[in-house]
């Protein structure tokens, strides 16, 4: 777990991009803007966290699941954001099965199984 509060911040560069992406191109935020913003992820990731934890230990389980991040936001009402993130991770598994099938075929073109075993396997760890 983290042990300073700054470990919890998110990157500015990430937050500026987002930010940029849902407002008008014509305004500006600040940088104190851009902070305040990436506390107020943070802590609605740790928010949302804490809840999907309580969902999984209610049925006994300590891996958390998609949907018991769903469940928890149903819980603290913010249910219009299930559609949205289950379409995003449904195309996230559509990319990610493309990129498996492609490296496995690579892999049986040049001979290397253990290659391909080797990149899905970092992959993995990447998520």
């Known amino acids: 777990m983290a042990e300073k509060l700054e470990d919890f911040n ?3 560069s990430v937050v500026q991009r987002i930010v940029k992406e849902a407002i008008n ?3 500006n935020i600040s940088k104190e803007a851009r902070i305040a913003l990436a506390r107020a992820a943070a802590v609605f990731v740790l928010y949302v966290t ?14 958390l699941l998609a949907e018991d991040v769903f469940e928890a936001l149903k819980n603290l009402d913010f249910g219009e ?3 949205p993130l289950q379409t995003h991770l449904q195309e996230f598994k ?3 099965k493309k990129k498996e099938k492609a490296t496995t075929s690579k892999s049986a073109e040049g001979g290397g199984e253990e290659n391909a ?3 899905m396997e970092e992959d993995n760890e990447d998520e």
């Open 25 to 27: 191109e014509n305004v």
């Open 50 to 63: 804490s809840h999907s934890s309580q969902v999984a230990q209610k049925v006994n389980r300590k891996t």
């Open 117 to 119: 075993v080797e990149e």
């Open 94 to 96: 559509e990319s990610h």
């Open 10 to 12: 998110l990157p500015l």
């Open 81 to 83: 954001l299930i559609k």
